[in-house]
Every structure is written in structure tokens, then in C-alpha cells.
């Protein structure tokens, strides 16, 4: 172990910082290393030997924050700072803020990084780190995860917690603890911290400049649907709760967007070769690439073969009808049974062309013009959590990282092609249309897919509605945590809006008079509703 695997090990770090390595490259060498050290280890007197061998550069404990359940990119850094003899106390993911600050004593940690994909999980942080300064836990804070930004770190965590730095992925994380636990730690915090405070006096001075349209002028300003000569698409065929228990999987493989699957692994191509197939003809990318997805290929055909996934979901398609900036959705035809209310948010930006000031609402016919519906599906792949956790006591943590990766992917695919389905079968309001995946990709369809907490509608808690109107954790099995993060980790959820005029947009940051509106709509108090809605809002 102090020989060959030391020094090899020590090799795959170096190479990786300098970007002669690549990401699978990394995490099978410390496959190798994992199982070698296994079958070492029996060998070797207990405790003693161990902790005379594994004299480790720094420790650093990793978590997912409350609420939220990803963990691939987490691993990923987990795996790197292995290679490059770190000591990493991985704490799993829904980890509370008390379980990380009793972890960061008890193992007398050198680092901390957090870790979210949620925007929930980004307050989260924020109270991670003032938590920290409260308990005089002085150590440098990492902060990772597709939600995160430096913006969001400089401008929110910061503040709470001075040695706070932003890790945009797992090449960069060596680099980064490394500079923290070295010689030259302060003048690294100094650099970071003269760019973190000009990100956010740049940040704030460019709010001071922002011009928003109060609430009742963005509502007068909306989109002006002509209900009349463009009605609502036809009746649905199907009304209802519609449950899919086992939907095959060799269906959805033909389905997979591969280019988010490549970023997972790092997996970089340069142009014209930047996205999948033309990855595969880039001449610093290609071969691994090539390589990766082939062996990616042979565990979905694993997975198709022996059933190790299920993938499962529910649709739900009832009446509906805007009310203001509201969705209300019917039990029956009769419309005169709420069975729920979708709250919308308004942008309130103001706009340098004469475009309207978009709302979700604005896409269903309102109440008493015309008779409409609305559509929400939710989908979930079971089973890629256990089959992780089988590998990672395998010390195959290539395989664990692969099979979540995949997971993820075949959730995406199978949103899309309910999505394809709910539009030419159980809805039917399109006869034909291109069946290509890659139209499919390109949104080449009519209608849209919003969901929430995305762009269109940031409130998460908005899912918890989309739960109840059709029965979804009864039903298929994909559950809420806390901060909304669906489990299993490989779900997704959507709205379905069907009218040829409805769009994708971003509602951007909101002012007070929304914000008290949307809290007295949805019967929150004004500091629930800001909290839920921290990122959006256009005040302190």
C-alpha cells in the first residue's frame, strides 16, 4: 500500500489536475486501489497498521444538505480526493445541519463541502454557514452542486462565512483543498475573497439598477390569448389518473439525451465536436468518449435484460381554468369541485422590447371564456440507490457513479416519451408528429413541459399540489422529502400546457407587491412565501 498503490494512486491525482486524465479514468484507478487494499487488508494488524499507512493529507467531510437527495457529483469529488490522499467522511445525502456540525467535531475535520441540486438546498447552505460561525467552527466551506454558482456563494454564503469557496466541479476540487490545507493558504483566501466581494458589489449595484413593473401593471401587460379564434386544444381522450407500474425499458434507451450523461463524467469535447455523436470525432475527447459510452451501453443492456429498474409514473389530466394568475383544476366536468389550484408567478423585470410579462396562467383558458384542461405527469427509475449501495460495498465506485448516471438519464427519457404520449394518445391532441428523439430534444413538439422550481414557476412547494391532484406517492411510488426533492433521485415532474401559443420563459426576480399576493393566494405567511422564494426576490 505505502509502495506501488501510493504512488500510483498519487500518479492518477497528478495527471487528473493537469487534465491528462480523464474523470473514468480516475474513478477506476481508484476502483483498482479500493480493491487491492480489500484484499490487503486482512493481512495487516488491525487499527495500528492501517493508521500507520493511511497518513492522509487532510480530512474533509462531504454531504448532500437536508432536503435533497443528489449525490453523483458529491461522489465524484469523493472519489478525486481519495485519489489524491484526502481523507473523505462522506455523510450520505438529506443530511441535517446538526448531523454535519457534530461530524465536522467528532472527526476534527479540515474541510467541509456541501452539496444540492435543488434550489431549497441553497437556504440550506446559507444556514449551514451561519450555523458553523455560531458554533465557532472555523474551517474553510465548500460549496458544489448544479443549482450552486460563485455568484450565489459570494453573494448569499459569503457574507455568513468568510473562508467559503465555490467548487465547480471535481477537477477543480483537488486544486481547491489543496490550496486551503497548504502553505499558501491565506493568500489564496485573499484572492478568493477580493473576487467574491467584486462579485457582490457588482451584483448589487447592478439590483440598484433594475426597473420592475409593479404587479397590476405586469398582469395588464400579459399575453393576450384571442380564446376565441385560437381556442384550447381538443377534449382529452383519456380524463383523469392514468398509473404506469412497469414501463418497459428497452423502449426509453432510444430516447436518452446522452449530452448530460457526458458532463456527469467530465467528458468535454471542443467545437464542432462538443456535443454527442459528434463527441465521439473529437480528436482530445473522442476515443474516451467512445469508450465510456460503450461500456455505458453494456450495463443498460444489463439493466433491460435482468430487470434491475423499474421505471414507473402516473399522468394526471383534468379540467382546468385560469383564475387571475392562478390555475384551478376541476374534479369533473362540472368544474364546480376544485380539486387544486396551481399558484403562478409574473414577471415583473421590466423589458427593453415591448414582449409581455409572462405568467403559466396565461396558457390556460380563464374561467368562464372556455372550457380547457391541464395535464401533469411524474415519473420515477427504482432501484439504482440499492444497486449503488451494493457496488460501493464492492469498491466498484465506477459502477455505483454509473448506474445512478444511467438512472437519471432513462427518468429524463421516460418524461419525454410520456410526454409524447400523453399528447397523441391519452390526450390526442395531435394525431402525428416527428417521433425522432432528437426532435423530441429540440422541442420540436407542440405545447410545453414546464415543472416546478424551474425557470417558468420557482416555487418547489407548487409540487406538493401536483402530488395531491394525482395521487402520486400512492400511486407510483416517487415521495417529497421535506425541501421537495423527489425520491428517487431519478424523477421528474412536469406540468403539461397544450395551447400552441404557451412558451417556456424565466419569471426572473419579483417584487414585494407580488410576493404578499402570491403569499396571500397560497395561505402562507409573508416570511414562509419569501423564504421558499429566497432566489427570485428583488429585495433584501
Given amino acids: 500500500i505505502e509502495g506501488p498503490l501510493m504512488d500510483g494512486m498519487s500518479e ?120 458553523m460561525k455560531r458554533n465557532g467552527i472555523t474551517v474553510p466551506l465548500l460549496i458544489g452542486g448544479a443549482t450552486t454558482s460563485k455568484m450565489h456563494t459570494a453573494v448569499k454564503i459569503q457574507p455568513q462565512l468568510r473562508d467559503c469557496v465555490h467548487v465547480v466541479d471535481a477537477s477543480k476540487s483537488v486544486v481547491v483543498v489543496s490550496s486551503l490545507l497548504g502553505k499558501n493558504k491565506q493568500e489564496f483566501l485573499d484572492e478568493i475573497y477580493e473576487t467574491y466581494d467584486e462579485i457582490r458589489e457588482e451584483y448589487l449595484d447592478s439590483q440598484k439598477d433594475r426597473v420592475y413593473k409593479t404587479l397590476l401593471q405586469a398582469r395588464a401587460l400579459g399575453p393576450k390569448i384571442d380564446w376565441a379564434n385560437k381556442p384550447p386544444v381538443r377534449k382529452p381522450n383519456k380524463h383523469g389518473i392514468i398509473t404506469i407500474d412497469d414501463f418497459p425499458l428497452d423502449q426509453l434507451v432510444d430516447r436518452i439525451d446522452w449530452n448530460p450523461f457526458f458532463q456527469v463524467w467530465q467528458i468535454r469535447g471542443k467545437y464542432p465536436n462538443r456535443d454527442y455523436p459528434r463527441l465521439f ?33 402516473t399522468v394526471a389530466i383534468f379540467p382546468a381554468n385560469a383564475v387571475g394568475d392562478d390555475i384551478q383544476v376541476y374534479d369533473d366536468e362540472t368544474r364546480s369541485t376544485v380539486r387544486g389550484t396551481f399558484h403562478g408567478l409574473r414577471q415583473q423585470a421590466e423589458k427593453e422590447t415591448e414582449d409581455s410579462y409572462m405568467c403559466l396562467s396565461d396558457f390556460i383558458a380563464p374561467k368562464g371564456v372556455a372550457d380547457d384542461y391541464m395535464a401533469s ?164
Avoid at 492518477?12 to 487491492?36: E, H, N, T
Avoid at 414546464?450 to 416517487?478: L, N
Avoid at 424565466?506 to 422564494?533: C, F, H, P, W
Fill in 281 to 313: 470525432n473529437c480528436p482530445h475527447v473522442g476515443s474516451e468518449a467512445k469508450k465510456l459510452f460503450e461500456e455505458a451501453q453494456d450495463m443498460l443492456k444489463d439493466i433491460v435484460s435482468t430487470r434491475q429498474l423499474k421505471a414507473r409514473g
Fill in 12 to 131: 492518477v491525482g497528478d495527471l487528473f489536475g493537469k487534465g491528462q486524465m480523464f474523470l473514468p479514468q480516475v474513478i477506476k484507478s481508484a476502483r483498482v486501489m479500493k480493491k487491492a487494499v480489500a484484499i490487503l487488508t486482512p493481512y495487516m494488524e488491525k487499527e495500528k497498521s492501517l493508521q500507520a499507512v493511511q497518513k492522509a493529507n487532510g480530512k474533509v467531510i462531504l454531504a448532500t444538505v437536508k432536503g435533497d437527495v443528489h449525490d453523483i457529483g458529491k461522489n465524484i469529488v469523493g472519489v478525486v480526493l481519495g485519489c489524491n490522499n484526502y481523507d473523505v467522511v462522506d455523510l450520505g445525502v438529506m443530511c441535517s445541519c446538526e448531523k454535519i456540525m457534530a461530524a465536522a467535531k467528532a472527526e476534527n475535520a479540515d474541510i467541509i463541502g456541501l452539496s444540492g441540486l435543488i434550489t431549497p438546498s441553497l437556504d440550506e447552505m446559507v444556514h449551514v454557514a451561519k450555523t
Fill in 377 to 540: 405527469l411524474v415519473v420515477g427509475v427504482f432501484g439504482a440507490e440499492e444497486l449503488s449501495a451494493r457496488y460501493e460495498k464492492e469498491n466498484d465506485s465506477y459502477r455505483s457513479i454509473m448506474i445512478k448516471a444511467l438512472a437519471d438519464r432513462l427518468a429524463e427519457a421516460f418524461a419525454e416519451e410520456l410526454h409524447r404520449i400523453v399528447r397523441t394518445d391519452y390526450w390526442g391532441f395531435v394525431v402525428k408528429e416527428a417521433s425522432e428523439t432528437s426532435d423530441l430534444l429540440k422541442l420540436q413538439y407542440q405545447g410545453i413541459r414546464p415543472a416546478p422550481g424551474y425557470p417558468s414557476q420557482p416555487d418547489h412547494t407548487e409540487k406538493v399540489t401536483m402530488w395531491t391532484i394525482g395521487d402520486v406517492e400512492a400511486r407510483c411510488g416517487v415521495k417529497l422529502t421535506d425541501s421537495q426533492s423527489m425520491y428517487p433521485a431519478a424523477s421528474v415532474s412536469a406540468l403539461v400546457f397544450t395551447h400552441p401559443q404557451s412558451k417556456y420563459f424565466a419569471v426572473g426576480k419579483i417584487l414585494k407587491d407580488q410576493v404578499m399576493d402570491y403569499s396571500a393566494r397560497k395561505g402562507e405567511t409573508l416570511e414562509e412565501t419569501e423564504r421558499n422564494l429566497g432566489s427570485i426576490l428583488a429585495y433584501d
